[in-house]
């Protein structure tokens, strides 16, 4: 199966001149845009013992993906600021350390805004509730801080459900008139009950209801990759739960903030909030890999 719009192009190398010759550096992605994830690929002139990847201010998780080959997924954050973010990388090569970089242009992206109607309590919150979202807000930001050291996932990721997508990622939401933070996921359109199945192998770290996302459930797939679910009817994992591609989550819902029965699926990398359509289309079954 193929998707519209979702080619992956093999970016040039426009900085091959601030290439060392021992590290020989390629880029995939849909494009370089805020929200798009890009799959880094290391070769080296030797076996490397270690190599370390810095982009957007933050250590990055590279992993091995061959002999003198590793891999580092680069995610683009919705808000990432439109300029030249160099990727710096290092790699220990017979005992020396060898340094090298990537330039990461990113072009700008405009993304629409939708104006939808909820329930008022999820706009303005009443009182009572404070406690809860900022307690909830502090728990989600301490798992995007603590992933798991060990890749957990193996080989492509599937789509959590066979339905389509509304294009909504990065859309600027405007709720019962008042604007509020960008929509940082993809919403399939599945109808109410359809089952809910893991894109790949990982732990589960959360599974409960949240204020704003209803049932939600996170799977942490190692080396700071977490997939997020929510608005589910019903969850079927528990937390610390291990989990294979294709096993059932639970079932889409119209839990939390939401006008309608849908799935959102959001994709956190190294913490940055990316397009998990970005991901299917570069780690995905029909990928060109
Ligand atoms: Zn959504």
Redesign the pocket.
Known sequence: MRWAGTAVVILALANATQTAPSIHVEARARSVQPGELVVLTMTTSGEASAVRVRAFDRDLSPYRSGAREWQALVGIDLDASISTHRVSIEADIDGRTERTGYDLAVQPKRFPTRSLQVDEAFVNPPAAVTDRIAREARALAALWAAPSPERLWTGPFIRPVPQSTNS?FGTRSVFNGQPRSP?S?A?FLSPAGTPVKAPNSGRIVLARDLYYTGNSVVIDHGLGLFSFF?HLSTIDVHEGDQVRTGDVLGLVGATGRVTGP?L?WTLRASGARVDPLSLLALLGESAER
């Open positions: 909504a929509h996921g919403d929510a849908h959102h």
